[in-house]
């Protein structure tokens, strides 16, 4: 990880990836947000999917804090690459594991299906509120330095 990290402040951003996924499971979160910070969030959301089954206890087992901040950054990679198909499975697969935690609002937001008709707009207007409320609840989460981490 160190010589991935060294790689990526060089500049040489294609030995630095190599390096990352060299390092296996320590170094995904890392490539991950190096490949975020360059906005490539395919890359970024699969390299989190795939960390995932090797970052996370089976299921049923509870997250913890840090496995739920893992879950939903994955979520918005996803969301940020457009990723619709695969932002519902990771609804299906650990919505129920997300239900409870500071991270549940953000979670069931980001992988609320689309709109499609108007059944589905006391749905839309439930996340609207929610999203309008969200950067309070964010606040509170970094004010509170136990639950964001």
Do not use: I, K, N
């Not at 990526?8 to 490539?31: D, F, I, M, Q, W």
């Not at 299906?92 to 609002?105: K, P, Q, V, W, Y």
């Amino acid at each position: 990880v160190a010589e991935a990290r060294a790689l990526a402040r060089l500049g040489a951003v294609e030995e630095a990836v190599r390096a990352y996924r060299s390092a296996g499971p320590e170094g995904a979160p890392e490539l991950a947000e190096f490949l975020a910070a360059r906005q490539d969030w395919s890359g970024a959301a699969a390299t989190l999917q795939a960390h995932l089954a090797v970052a996370l206890p089976p299921a049923p087992q509870p997250l913890g804090d840090d496995e739920r901040q893992l879950v939903a950054r994955t979520a918005a990679l996803l969301a940020l690459s457009g990723d619709s198909a695969a932002l519902e499975a990771l609804r299906t697969a650990h919505a129920a594991r997300m239900s409870g935690g500071a991270l549940e609002d953000t979670f069931a937001l980001l992988t609320a299906g689309p709109v499609g008709g108007v059944g589905d707009l006391p749905r839309a207007r439930a996340e609207l509120e929610l999203a309008r409320a969200l950067p309070a609840r964010l606040d509170r989460l970094r004010a509170s330095p136990g639950e964001a981490r």
